[in-house]
């Protein structure tokens, strides 16, 4: 599919940012994908996290400490040895689990400097997601062409003025084409399974928002692919993409948020539309049963 920008849309101004990955999460003075994905699930929630920074801080799991440390791995290799720390086994308890003192000393003594805590078993699955990707990316050839990794892109929506921003895994340009290429760890890297995650976890909308601050940037159009890895054995690693009609609804239906969202901006309402009306429901007829 080609994402070709329109000369209008030539006009933003869209720039390269040099910031770290705390500095790009950390900062909602723009919109980016997990902000837009926010409004579209509840308007009210949006303007909590990201109007009035009310939220509560958001739990980090150990799933999204093996795919943070899998991203550094592959994007990062030249700091990936200084982000993590890996449990001695002699603090862990007699069955491996950390419910010592010293192993509660041990995370507390590395988070504090910033590094990822994880037991050896779980950085064996860092390192082998790590491989899968590498090998993955080395039969397509990208790993021999220039690109640049977790680049920052910040611009403004031309069509409603709204800042924005996206943080980019792996960016290819060749002279006609920009390629975006985005890492996603996974339980089930089956296309049947990682459908619905693009369905119903809106990765849908970060293609097209990813694309159109790309596109903004390069001039070019645009190929978006995920890059799936598993995070269990045999940590199988799959390409996939969206159908060119699929893109098409996608960037359809980004703008439209964006548009509802200008509108919100304006009046200070983020009431949702369904609070303004009486909703009546028709009821299968196994609900009597």
Sequence with gaps: MTNKPSARALLAKAVYVNKTAAEYHADKSALGRSGLWAFHERR??????YIDHNNPAKLVTKQMDIGSLAHIGLLEPEKFPRQYAIFPSDVLDKK?????NDAEN???????????????????VVAAMVD????????????????????????????????????????????????ILDFKTTGDANPSAFKYRIE????????????DGVSLKTGKPV?????VCETKFPHVCSIQALEDDDRKAATDSRRKLLTDLAACLKSDDFSEPWEHKIIKHRLKPSSYV
């Design 96 to 100: 491996g689990n950390e419910t010592t």
């Design 44 to 49: 009210r929630q949006y303007a909590a996290e």
């Design 200 to 211: 119903d976890g809106g990765l849908w909308l970060q293609d097209a928002h990813y694309s």
């Design 106 to 124: 041990f995370r507390a003594r590395h988070e504090a400097r910033g590094k990822i805590v994880l037991k050896q078993k779980e950085f064996d």
């Design 132 to 179: 899968s990707v590498r090998e993955k990316l080395g039969s397509w050839g990208w790993l021999k062409v220039a690109a640049k990794r977790e680049q920052v892109i910040y611009w403004t929506d031309p069509e409603t003025g709204i800042p924005c921003k996206t943080m980019v895994d792996w960016l290819i340009e060749s002279s006609a084409t920009a390629f």
């Design 223 to 227: 190929e978006f692919y995920f890059i």
